[in-house]
């Protein structure tokens, strides 16, 4: 078996037994194995046998040594070679090093007075390192750099700079692509007090800067490219540029402007107010572009939507005299002071008024304060209560909110709402305790909810804590009708008011003077002014007197 599976050529396999003697091969007088080089010895513990396997000393034994030896050779000459190409490029390449490390030892030495024995590796590493702190240091200023030029090439556009260097600026800063059309809008925090005091700077220069990202990916979206900068603390000014007509780009911006509104508000509790300036070509119009935005910004109560106010919303040659303004307040006043119910036409007048001349946001204010200060004078002098209308944190919070109201429309609707409240107690206390003053009190009750569908004689009763059929009573013994007959007149005069200088729908007057529909309302109004609401308008008749 042993023999099957050596080759006698190649290897041996001798095996003795435990007493040494040689049980395989038979001995038959071949002496080859004796020759052979033992390579594996393993001793049997059961039997005592020890088993010896190795090759036979001949052919392939003395090529294998040769191959090693050959492997040697040529490890040992691969090293050697090795060792004198390392000294001769050591040597080689010293002279330029040593004179590199010389030469950053010099500067070392005139730079810093002193120098430190240092080995050549660690002087270029220092250096290196050095180098790379500089680079950056560089890198970072001239960013820097760039960035106060671009602001300071900004400020110069809207300020009008004309000189041949902008143009040079402009093509080597490159802050907006090429384009056929440039337009300029201004965005402004509203109640910026309220956000400085709400917010740390950290938090503040966040939320700006926020602000400027969202409107430049929102006029990307409408292929408008935005280059914004903080013109104010609380103001932000955008250059634009697009192709396409001035209408189209002047549609794109006010779109993005009112989206950007919207998201700041929902999603920052941020409210803004836009103006948008004309539409000019070429970057030398900017100036004017944003002399209009400002202007437009300016008449944000009466030419805003939705707090967007466009330069071309402007009334041309609107009229900045005063005197008819605070005429007008004089007279509300007045018809306010002798408990007269014309003052809500005055102040309807006077709203109607600043509406169609679109004055400045700061004469408005300035009127409303007129507005006040005039009726405080009036009538806070006569009670206690008055007073607390006019003076303290309850007037405090009136004009704050009147401050940050974002247009006239409800700029209107809160002054009449807090003129109501104090014309009701002025009326109250105006009047002795008897029935007039609890039919002056139901009467400027009527006054301010005849809109009110549900109005009726039992929801009088509630309100006044009297009966159904005493407030019938007062109202008859006082104006001589019925309840319901007054409340008809007033909703009609106001009706006629609405068809006369108005451009609302029936249904919409329907609905504003207390009608469910527009087919109740015609046939009362028919009944009660002798012709229907579209023929009233279409007549173009004007209202009567109010009685």
Not at 147 to 167: C, K, M, N, S, V
Not at 225 to 242: C, K, M, Q, T, V
Not at 304 to 315: I, K, N, Q
Request: hydrophobic share 40%; proline share 3%; aromatic share 10%.
């Amino acid at each position: 078996m042993i023999g099957g599976m050596t080759n006698r050529q190649l290897s041996f396999m001798r095996v003795r037994d435990a007493a040494g003697q040689l049980v395989y091969p038979p001995d038959d007088g071949d002496d080859a194995a004796a020759e052979g080089k033992v390579l594996t010895t393993a001793i049997s513990e059961r039997l005592g046998w020890t088993f010896e396997s190795g090759i036979q000393v001949g052919q392939l034994f003395g090529w294998v040594s040769v191959i090693s030896y050959v492997w040697v050779a040529i490890a040992s000459l691969t090293f050697a070679a090795a060792i004198v190409y390392l000294i001769w490029i050591t040597k080689r390449n010293y002279k330029p090093i040593r004179l590199m490390v010389n030469r950053i030892q010099t500067l070392q030495l005139r730079n810093e007075g002193t120098g430190r024995e240092l080995d050549d590796l660690a002087v270029i590493d220092r250096a290196l390192e050095k180098l790379i702190d500089q680079a950056r240091d560089y890198e970072k200023e001239k960013r820097e750099s760039a960035a106060i030029q671009r602001r300071q090439l900004f400020l110069d556009l809207i300020a009008g700079e004309r000189g041949r260097h902008i143009g040079e600026r402009l093509s080597k800063l490159n802050p907006l692509p090429e384009k056929e059309r440039y337009a300029v809008a201004i965005a402004r925090l509203e109640q910026y007090e309220s956000f400085q005091s709400d917010y740390s700077p950290g938090e503040q220069n966040l939320m700006k800067y926020a602000l400027g990202n969202v409107m430049q990916e929102l006029a990307l979206s409408e292929e408008l490219y935005a280059w914004g900068e903080w013109a104010a603390p609380d103001r932000i000014a955008f250059i634009l540029a697009a192709d396409g007509d001035a209408a189209s780009v002047k549609t794109r911006l006010r779109r993005t402007a009112s989206v950007a509104r919207a998201w700041m508000e929902e999603r920052l509790r941020i409210p803004l107010s836009f103006g948008i300036g004309s539409v000019v070509d070429g970057w030398r119009g900017l100036h004017e572009a944003y002399c209009a935005a400002l202007t437009a910004m300016d008449h944000q109560l009466s030419i805003g939507r939705d707090a967007v106010a466009t330069s071309d919303d402007l009334p041309n040659g609107a009229q900045r005299e005063m005197y008819k303004y605070m005429q007008l307040c004089t007279e509300c006043v007045q018809k306010f002071r002798l408990t007269d119910e014309t003052w809500r036409e005055k102040l309807e007048l006077l709203f109607r008024q600043l509406e169609a001349d679109a004055p400045r946001d700061e004469d408005i204010h300035s009127l409303l304060r007129l507005l006040l200060q005039l009726l405080g004078r009036e009538l806070k002098e006569l009670s206690g209560n008055l007073g607390g209308h006019f003076e303290g944190e309850q007037a405090e919070l009136w004009r704050s909110r009147f401050a940050y109201a974002p247009s006239l429309r409800e700029m209107k609707a809160l002054l009449l709402e807090y003129l109501n409240e104090i014309y009701r107690t002025y009326v109250a206390i105006s009047e002795t305790k008897s029935y007039k003053a609890m039919i002056a009190e139901m009467r400027a009750y009527i006054q301010e909810n005849f809109a009110n569908p549900d109005l009726s004689l039992k929801h009088l009763s509630d309100r006044f804590q009297i009966s159904g059929k005493y407030a019938s009573y007062l109202f008859k013994l006082e104006y001589d009708m019925k309840f319901v007959d007054y409340l008809v007149r007033l909703r009609m005069q106001h009706a006629e008011r609405l068809l006369a200088y108005g451009d609302d729908t029936i249904q919409d007057i329907a609905l504003k003077v207390g009608y469910a529909n527009s087919i109740t309302f015609g046939r009362v109004f028919k009944r009660t002014v002798g012709v229907t609401p579209s023929d009233y308008r279409r007549l173009k008749m004007r209202p009567s007197a109010p009685q």
